[in-house]
């Protein structure tokens, strides 16, 4: 049962353009929300989170929008960067759990 | 701050021995976690520690795996007998609080079950 769903296993955006990945998740109970970056090699790197009441967060170029109706979180990059090339992990948290669960990953690929 | 550190970084085994993981949290980090990532997939939760306590282990498979954390700081992750399927990386993650604001990964153990 996969509660947290990315469906666009990977993306390509030409530098300087808007970059958005989409999650999907099905458990209503989720009030935590994270964006993970990977690289190769390396763990996931926090990128940005936002909680159930709200419905926007911003740092730099980096935006996370939360639709609780439709149960979807997207990220927005603007404007893309070749050093966002990576791939892309939504999480998702119900308060009192303190643990997370994860999607399946978008890679993106940002081109020079 | 350190970050969390993870040994080794690469492991090969055959089917059926043994294989053990370490990890390191950041200090002052009372919850740590292991998962597994299976490669095309997004990270599952096997154990999540609070000091020494296990929290929750509802997902570790537990007739294989073993996972201590003496002492609420460093813990080792072990599978006993290894499966081909086992092949993945082991994230080990630390947060100071209770998690809201994301977890500091490892950068994980990669391991291949032949």
């Known amino acids: 049962d996969q509660q947290v769903k990315q469906n666009s296993p990977s993306l390509s955006v030409q530098e300087g353009r808007i970059s958005i990945l989409n999650c999907d998740y099905t458990n209503s109970m989720f009030d935590y929300f994270l964006w993970y970056k990977k690289y190769p090699a390396e763990g996931p790197t926090f990128l940005i989170s936002i909680s159930s009441i709200k419905d926007k967060n911003e740092d730099g170029r980096f935006t996370v929008f939360l639709n609780k109706s439709a149960k979807h979180l997207s990220l927005h990059i603007v404007p893309s960067q070749p050093g966002d090339s990576a791939v892309y992990f939504c999480?998702?948290?119900?308060?009192?759990?303190?643990?997370?669960?994860f999607g399946t990953g978008t890679r993106l690929k940002v081109l020079a | 701050e350190a970050g969390v550190a993870q040994s080794p970084r690469y492991k090969i085994i055959e089917k059926r021995q043994s294989v053990a993981f370490w990890c390191n949290p950041i200090s002052g980090h009372a919850t740590l976690y292991w998962y597994q990532q299976i490669l095309g997939q997004g990270p599952k939760l096997l154990i999540q520690f609070q000091n020494n306590g296990v929290v929750d282990d509802s997902q570790l498979p537990k007739d294989r795996f073993s996972a201590e954390r003496l002492k609420g700081v460093d813990s080792t992750l072990k599978i006993q007998p290894a499966k081909l399927e086992d092949s993945a990386v082991y994230l080990c993650?630390?947060?100071?609080?209770?998690?809201?604001?994301?977890?500091?990964f490892g950068s994980g153990t990669r391991l291949t079950v032949v």
């Open positions: 999480a998702a948290m119900t308060s009192g759990t303190y643990k997370y669960i």
């Open positions: 993650a630390s947060s100071r609080d209770k998690g809201y604001y994301g977890y500091t």
